[in-house]
């Protein structure tokens, strides 16, 4: 399984920004889809989530109502966007994946199997 991230870059407050992350080597529909992302000096931690087959989707306090995931099965890609940006949301954004994590660990890093390398998403003040 392979995961590749896009889409960081430098944007000023309020700006936005859409990160993508292509699949391969997988049977996409079999795998939840998970962002995180770490700023220097702190944990990872969770973004949003989108689960495999019905798609729901679940996303952190701090960027619900700003960010979107969505994903494109057919083209095995899962798209975070990104709106109302804040400095605070400055770090490198990581997608992960795995095909048999419960909901409930949905927003556990520990719990996916599978990395992306991390896109950096710099928001200026």
């Known amino acids: 399984v392979q995961l590749q991230a896009s889409g960081g870059g430098l944007v000023q407050a309020g700006g936005f920004l859409r990160l993508s992350c292509a699949a391969s080597?997988?049977?996409?529909?079999?795998?939840?889809l998970g962002w995180f992302r770490q700023a220097p000096g702190k944990e990872r931690e969770f973004v949003a989530a989108?689960?495999?087959?019905?798609?729901?989707?679940y996303y952190a306090d701090s960027v619900k109502g700003r960010f979107t995931i969505s994903r494109d099965n057919a083209k095995n890609t899962v798209t975070l966007q990104m709106n109302s940006l804040k400095p605070e949301d400055t770090a490198a954004y990581y997608c992960?994946?795995?095909?048999?994590?419960?909901?409930?660990?949905?927003?556990?890093?520990?719990?996916?199997?599978?990395w992306g390398q991390g896109t950096l998403v710099t928001v200026s003040s």
């Open positions: 992960a994946a795995d095909r048999s994590i419960i909901d409930s660990a949905l927003n556990n890093p520990e719990q996916y199997d599978y």
């Open positions: 080597g997988v049977t996409f529909t079999r795998y939840s």
């Open positions: 989108i689960k495999r087959y019905g798609g729901s989707t």
